[in-house]
Every structure is written in C-alpha cells, then in structure tokens.
C-alpha cells in the first residue's frame, strides 16, 4: 500500500509546521546549528553534531509513530476512513493545526480525503476510539472534521466522598453520575428534568437511586428540595427516604399508593402552572428571576416502572384503574413538570416497550442504562446497541443525553447512606415501608388559596381566581 506524495511547497509547509509546534525538535535543530559555528576539534564537533542529530531524529519519529495524532490517524486509516485512487494510492485524513488538550480530553481537527464524509466517521467513531484506548467523539464544523478523543481512565470503582467531596459544577439540582472518559461526569436537573435509568437486575440501578437521592437531600435543605419516593419492590430500596424531612410523605409501595401520590403531584403541578400564568413567568426560574417568591423543586423517583406499568393485577379492578391512573399522571408529570421545578427518576430492569409507555419515554430526555440482556432493550433505551456491550461490571453505564457517555457510576452502601442522613437530619433507620401517603396540605409545599396568590402576586391576572384548590 503506498500513499500518494505530497508536493514540495506543501512538505516544506508541513516540515515548518512541525517544526515550530515540537519545541523539542526545533531546540535539536537550532542546537545543531550552533554545534556546528563551535570552534571544537573536528573530531569532537563531528560527534556532537551526530548526536544532536540522532536527538531530532529520535523525537521526530516518536512524534510520527507515538503522538495521538498519529495514533488516531492510523486508527482511521485502519477503519477505512480513506479514498483510494484508481491507481492504488491511498489519501488518509490529513490533521489541519495543533491539537488542543484539556487534561485527559484531546481535540483535533482534520481535513478529510475527497469522497469520504463526516457521516463515514461518525459511523465508525467508536472503532476509532478503540483503537486508540480512548472514546471519541465526531462531528463537523468549518468544513473540516473535529474529534474528540476522550483519554481519562475509567475506574473499577468510585466511591461517594470521591464524587461528591471533590469540585462541583454550577447547576440548580446537581446529580453526580460518576466518572467517564472525560472525568466527573453530572447532570442538572434543572435542564435536563427528567431521567430514565434502565438495566438488567445486579447492574447498579438501585445503587444509582441511593447515591443521587442521598447527594440531593445533603446537599438541599427540605425548602429548596422535596421528595416522593416510589417503590414498588417492597419500599425497602427507598424506604430511609421516606422518613427525610424532605419527604411529602411514606414511601408508596403499592399501586394504590402510587395513584394516591401521582394524583396529588399532580394536583401540585396545576396549582402551580396556574401560579405561573398569574405571575407571567415561563418557569420557576422565572420567578426568581423576577424577584419573586418560588418553590421547593420536587423530584419524584419510581424504582421499578414496570411494577407500576406492567404489572398483571388480575381481576382487581380497582388496582386496575390506579394502575392506569398512576402511569397517565407520570406521563403528564414527565411532559408539564419541568416549567413547574417538578422532576421524575424512573428506573426500570425491563426497558422494553411495554414498560416504558412511548409518550413516557419520549419525556425523558437524559438516560442512565446500564447492562441490559438484549440489544433490543438498548435499542429501545438508547437508539443504540452499546448498553448490550457493556463489560460485566457492576456500576458501569452509558450516559445519554446529547450524546453517549461510558462512566462508572457513584457507590455508596445502604448502610453508609443511611448513617450519613441520619447524622445530618436525625431520621430514623428502622426499616417499615408503608402505603400510606400524608396529605400534602401537612407540609408548607402548595399554594393555600388565590389570595395568598395574590399576595405573592401583585400583578396577578384575573386566571387567579381559577387555581384550583
């Protein structure tokens, strides 16, 4: 295989380009321009001159076969990412500039050969983050190629305090995911509302709940941040959350409670979209925006969706229609709550289509999956088969929201997030799951009546009188 030569103004370009981004070939050179105007015996500048030189050779080579540039470019070259002539030749990606590294991160542009495609690349992006023990990511821009090469290591493990004890971005309800290729990875409820988290039974899933559920109420005061827990494996997972000063109330652990719940979160979220339209802000952020008096944001978390979507309830009619209710109020939840500061976690082991209704699914912007039995389930978690491919380790998943990120999810035992709690808030850890829900006027969250609307309001509009009680 031979590659068809370049024209002389052209190498000379490049020879000067090199030159001058390698510090430590042009010292080499520069140095052997003055070994060479020394006045030293002819043998002893003779050696001199070879070394400096062997010097420049050996870093020009080790720039040519080791940088990641190169690597990534024979990475393409081994992925087809090439045009070849009618005579054989064979034109690779040419690199257009300096890299550019953010710590573990590299970023590189690329002008591509005639016939190939920043599509091309990007369907063959994660056989060319493999061959160079990296994730990459592609797209175009300028008329060039840019990829992003994605080189922290992964750990096997990441404890809580590692995460959550270390740099925190900006963001109004933080949750730490882990660590992936590109370091700590978290996500902001505040833009990114709501989240499916899918995969096999033992993947992490409940692991995954406890960490961001435990992050959130250290982190949030029962002003700013109020919690209703579903669980429908026997509220033992959540059942500590359900006794936080956070909580509207229990932990629901049977479908009737689920209604019962959903039904007035609902009720909330009417109460407060008829708040917004009255005050003329978009959303919560708008309220504070404008000066005004907002509310605690309220996450809502469903372990186990497929007990309260899927489950054969038989000839209890009843449950029946809860269960139709519960699952059309987490649908209206998932498409209305985020204007309101209303959040929804739903974490399922059967991602498949009978467990995620599709007008669910298509409210759930952000995805955490872990390992799944089937390329079926990712397909349907992810538009993509990777979540099947995940290696068999406990914690490890795949983020997606713009794109798809591997990370090793936070761990933090049932125990230790139980006693950091009850340090913190005093809760009780005797466990005692019920399927009672406390009625939501206990606690200081909804709006009473239109008056005091009114009062927070000023410039209320006649819709206030419509808020429902």
């Keep these: 295989m031979t590659t068809r030569r370049e024209s002389t103004p052209d190498a000379i370009v490049q020879a000067v380009g ?17 070994v060479g105007e020394l006045r030293l015996p002819g043998g002893l500048r003779a050696r001199a001159l070879l070394a400096v030189l062997a010097c420049a050779g050996i870093a020009a080579a080790a720039h040519h076969l080791l940088s990641i540039t190169a690597r990534l470019r024979r990475a393409m070259v ?7 002539a009618d005579d054989g030749a064979v034109q690779p990606p040419l690199p257009r500039g300096r890299a550019r590294r953010d710590g573990a991160v590299v970023v590189t542009r690329w002008a591509l050969p005639p016939g190939v495609s920043v599509a091309d690349v990007v369907r063959r992006q994660d056989a060319i983050g493999e061959r160079c023990n990296a994730e990459a990511v592609c797209w175009g ?8 090469l994605l080189r922290h290591r992964i750990p096997p ?30 996500v902001d409820l505040a833009a990114v509302p709501h989240l499916l988290v ?24 029962p002003d700013a941040l109020r919690l209703l827990a579903i669980d ?21 652990d049977t479908v009737h409670a689920a209604a019962e719940a959903l039904g007035a979160v609902r009720e909330e979220l009417d109460r407060r979209l008829a708040a917004l339209r009255a005050a003329g802000a978009r959303d919560l952020d708008g309220l504070v925006a404008a000066g005004l008096a907002g509310w605690p944001r309220v996450l809502v978390v469903v372990d186990e969706l497929a007990e309260l979507t899927l489950r054969d309830l038989g000839e209890d009619r009843a449950a029946r229609d809860a269960q139709r209710a519960a699952t059309g109020r987490l649908c209206e ?81 049932a125990g230790d997030a139980e006693r950091r709690l009850r340090e913190r808030f005093g809760i ?42």
């Design 198 to 221: 899918g995969g096999m039974t033992g993947g992490g899933k409940s692991v995954f709940l406890r960490q961001a559920v435990t992050g959130l109420a250290l982190r949030h005061s």
């Design 428 to 469: 009780a850890t005797t466990p005692g799951a019920t399927s009672r829900v406390s009625p939501w006027r206990q606690s200081p969250l909804t709006i009473s009546d239109a008056a005091q609307v009114r009062r927070t309001f000023p410039g209320a509009c006649r819709d206030v009188a419509d808020i429902p009680q």
């Design 333 to 413: 939840i998932a498409r209305l709550g985020r204007a309101a500061g209303i959040h929804l976690v739903a974490c399922t082991q059967r991602p498949d289509a009978d467990a995620v209704p599709g007008q669910l699914k298509a409210n759930l912007p952000g995805t955490v999956a872990f390992r799944v039995r089937s390329r079926v389930n990712s397909e349907i978690l992810l538009d993509s088969d990777r979540a099947a491919l995940l290696p068999h380790r406990p914690g490890r998943a795949l983020w997606a929201h713009d794109r798809i990120e591997e990370f090793q999810a936070v761990h933090i035992t």
């Design 157 to 186: 493990l990441v404890p809580f305090d590692d995460l959550y004890g270390g740099p925190v971005p900006d963001g109004a309800l933080l949750v730490g995911l882990g660590v992936g290729r590109r370091g700590p990875l978290w």
């Design 141 to 148: 821009e300028d008329g060039m190629l840019v990829v992003e």
């Design 78 to 84: 081994d992925c087809g990412i090439v045009h070849r």
């Design 18 to 34: 090199f030159l001058m981004t390698q510090p430590a070939v042009l010292a080499a050179v520069v140095g052997a321009a003055a």
């Design 232 to 252: 429908l494996k026997g509220g033992v997972e959540l059942a500590a959350f359900g006794r936080l000063p956070h909580a509207l109330g229990p932990v629901a």
